[in-house]
């Protein structure tokens, strides 16, 4: 088993910037690929950044990519999202995710232990 928490959301203007942390505990950290997704009300829960078990690679929806930044430290067992220039529609609650699998993409259905999520609310 492995327990994901979340903290750093809150409230911020359009423009600001907030990073979100993920602290894991349980089971090896360096097994699992980890990622970010989030949920806006009435929406479907959406694909935001992933990175590699070594923290060489990193993807992103498109449109977080140069504005939003995943790292991970191995050591300290805990995954970010560096969050800049924040816009409205990025309000939602962010979830942070771990997956076991290999395969191609970072997609809910591969997803083994999800964090209970944080909120996130730009203001304009």
């Known amino acids: 088993q492995v327990q994901l928490v979340e903290s750093g959301g809150g409230l911020v203007q359009a423009g600001g910037s907030l990073r979100l942390s993920c602290a894991a505990s349980g089971r090896a950290f360096s097994r699992y690929r980890m990622g970010w997704f989030r949920q806006a009300p009435g929406k479907e829960r959406e694909f935001v950044a992933s990175i590699s078990r070594s923290g060489g690679r990193t993807d992103y929806v498109e449109s977080a990519k140069g504005r939003f930044t995943i790292s991970r430290d191995n050591f300290k067992d805990t995954v970010y999202l560096q969050m800049n220039s924040l816009k409205p529609e990025d309000t939602a609650v962010y979830y942070c995710?771990?997956?076991?699998?290999?395969?191609?993409?970072?997609?809910?259905?591969?997803?083994?232990?999800w964090g209970q999520g944080t909120q996130v609310t730009v203001s304009s």
């Open positions: 995710a771990a997956a076991d699998s290999s395969r191609v993409g970072f997609s809910p259905s591969i997803i083994d232990y």
